[in-house]
């Protein structure tokens, strides 16, 4: 019987139900008023709704659940009719946004699909009734489970629950067929190894010959969607297996520089305790350090990164291998020109020394236990006494030197700025005593320092 607010049942699947395990029906319990809003509201059409994919998957591994989408039994203009503020985000393929609290779900009328002729897409999609058919069509068994949420069952046709007590990755139906009907399917298999606090799972040995032997799928792919995929296994808990995996078969090859089965150097790299700290974005970098800046671009660009993403790599690309010296002043530029990216840097120049990686633009023989050291002295490295923003502006500086505006008042400018920060000048004053003493009247602006790292 239905609990108070609950929904009545919906259209009943055409699949036999499974109870559902104790944490399934505690989360169930917990669901956004929202949510039943929708199920009674599509019951009362007639018609069936099921909670599907990957909200399915995480709660029964006992992850959390961030986002929630739904299969229907109703088509997508009888879903936009019944819910009139819904967005039509994928509607040629049966999906529409129902809006929340705050939140968007997406729903999507079962269907059936034709071949897949591009490797891509299905060249036809039909509506259906059949939560049979529908979860025949999904990737792999622990995705193709869904959620009765009025009955508070579930259906399990390939036996995900199986596979997940295995810890194991199985292709729904004929894994060759499953991976040569979208080529992305190759590194989604890779992403679900990776299973947080749960460690690696395993491919089964049809999965793993699949996509072995047809990696060249990924041809077919657009660079956005392998960028997504690939920086969401970068991000795992486990993204060191995952990788070395990926490698060892001949996937990564596939869309980025070199030849990867050999590369155990940078591989290990992925495997230092320090890089746990980082984002995926700035583990790839450590990936791509013994590549040329020229190569870097190159892959960056064809994966179709942001500006945004391809700048921030690029930096630490070209910071690669570099260290300032041990004294104060250079620490204290090092710190005062990289900001919070200065321990972040060191770091990473840790774990590149510590697995013998040399920086295609690097130099210097300091290895690991070095760099420790300089980590010692930054963290130690006191604050300035003014901070790091300059004591001085152009038109003071104009007025002591008689200097019209132009690049090299703003070179002396900088200049001073520099020397404020290796000195730790206080004030003004402090700053007008070191200017007297340069000789910028004798010598060429080009010539002057700069507030930079590495200079």
């Not at 190894?193 to 040995?205: E, I, M, T, Y």
């Not at 690939?230 to 090859?253: C, F, P, Q, R, T």
């Not at 774990?351 to 130690?380: C, H, N, Q, W």
């Not at 019209?404 to 703003?410: P, R, S």
Request: charged share 25%; hydrophobic share 40%; net charge negative.
């Amino acid at each position: 019987m239905s609990g108070e607010g609950w929904p009545n049942p919906a259209l009943e699947a055409d699949i036999p139900a499974l109870p559902c395990p104790p944490n399934v029906i505690e989360w169930l319990e917990k669901l956004p008023p929202q949510i039943l809003e929708i199920a009674s509201t599509i019951a009362q059409e007639g018609g069936g709704i099921w909670i599907v994919g990957g909200a399915v998957r995480d709660v029964c591994l006992g992850i959390d659940v961030h986002d929630i989408d739904f299969a229907v039994s109703l088509k997508p203009e009888h879903m936009m009719n019944i819910f009139p503020n819904s967005l039509p985000t994928g509607i040629d393929y049966g999906t529409v946004s129902l809006r929340g609290d705050g939140v968007f779900y997406e729903a999507t009328t079962l269907r059936t699909e034709s071949a897949y002729e591009d490797g891509r897409r299905p060249e036809q999609v039909s509506w259906g009734v059949s939560l049979s058919e529908d979860l025949e069509r999904r990737d792999f068994t622990i995705n193709a489970m869904a959620i009765d949420i009025a009955r508070k069952v579930m259906h399990d046709p390939h036996h995900g629950l199986q596979d997940m007590e295995k810890g194991m990755l199985r292709a729904v139906g004929q894994a060759y067929r499953r991976i040569a009907e979208d080529g992305l399917r190759i590194l989604r298999a890779y992403r679900f190894l990776d299973r947080g606090q749960a460690g690696v799972w395993k491919f089964d040995s049809e999965l793993s010959e699949a996509l072995r032997q047809n990696s060249h799928m990924l041809k077919a792919v657009t660079h956005e969607r392998i960028w997504m995929e690939w920086l969401k296994i970068l991000s795992g808990k486990n993204m060191a297996k995952v990788v070395e995996k990926m490698a060892h078969d001949g996937v990564l090859d596939c869309f980025l520089p070199g030849e990867w089965s050999a590369q155990h150097l940078r591989l290990a790299s992925l495997d230092h305790h320090y890089i746990y700290e980082f984002d995926g974005l700035t583990r790839f970098s450590v990936l791509l350090a013994e590549c040329s800046s020229i190569e870097v671009e190159e892959a960056l660009l064809a994966l179709k990164l942001s500006n945004k993403e391809r700048t921030y790599i690029l930096q630490l690309h070209g910071r690669f291998g570099t260290l300032p010296q041990e004294t104060l002043a250079s620490m204290r530029v090092f710190r005062a020109v990289l900001a919070e990216r200065a321990e972040q840097h060191l770091k990473l120049e840790i774990i590149l020394r510590s697995r013998g990686i040399s920086p295609a633009g690097g130099s210097g023989s300091e290895k690991a236990d070095d760099v420790y050291g300089l980590l010692e002295t930054f963290e130690a490295l006191a604050p300035l006494k003014s901070g790091h923003a300059s004591l001085i502006d152009g038109h003071w500086l104009m007025e002591r030197t008689g200097m019209a505006k132009g690049k090299a008042l703003g070179r002396l400018k900088t200049w001073l700025h520099r020397l404020q920060i290796e000195r730790d000048l206080a004030d003004s004053d402090e700053v007008e005593a070191v200017l007297c003493a340069l000789h910028w009247t004798e010598e060429n602006h080009l010539d002057w320092p700069k507030l930079q790292y590495p200079d």
